[in-house]
């Protein structure tokens, strides 16, 4: 569970916390559809001061994580063509560009890459999952580098919520 004490104004963050109930701030949240046998992640937001310290990373992996618990066969999402950060996340965690949709947010008109997984049980992408995830504990363990800030009890975890077509 992560322990943390951030003091900001009452803001997305603190109206998401006491809708969903949650006494302990809110650092970031991401959304999962289950699509026949897609994981599409929907959202993944990060409070801003908390950026960079490896918790979207964190929300990423539980979705994932989530959506092979779940049944499904691979993960799909969209991501602005100019947002190289979270572009370069996703491919860390087994993401390619598999299309692009042009004109996708309203905001600004930006094209959007279509990012796909592999297949997850294909070799090595749960092998980098988990990989993945010891690193970024380990990160969080020692409280240096993109951990850095962020105070753990045991090991970090996210609460899921997902939809599907049966709920």
């Not at 801003?48 to 779940?70: H, T």
């Amino acid at each position: 569970m992560l322990v943390v004490r951030p003091a900001f104004p009452l803001s997305l963050w603190d109206r998401i916390r006491g809708k969903a109930g949650i006494r302990s701030p809110v650092l970031g949240y991401g959304g999962l559809w289950l699509l026949v046998d897609d994981a599409h992640i929907s959202t993944i937001a990060v409070h801003p001061q908390w950026r960079s310290k490896g918790l979207g990373e964190l929300v990423l992996l539980s979705l994932l994580e989530q959506g092979a618990r779940r049944g499904m066969q691979r993960a799909t999402l969209e991501v602005r063509v100019s947002n190289e950060a979270a572009r370069g996340l996703y491919h860390k965690l087994g993401f390619e560009i598999a299309g692009r949709q042009k004109r996708y947010y309203s905001d600004n008109n930006e094209d959007a890459f279509i990012m796909a997984t592999p297949p997850f049980e294909t070799p090595g992408f749960t092998d980098n999952l988990r990989r993945c995830r010891t690193e970024l504990h380990a990160r969080f363990q020692a409280g240096t580098g993109a951990g850095q800030g962020v105070s753990v009890r045991q090991n970090p975890s996210v609460g899921v919520e997902s939809a599907s077509e049966e709920e």
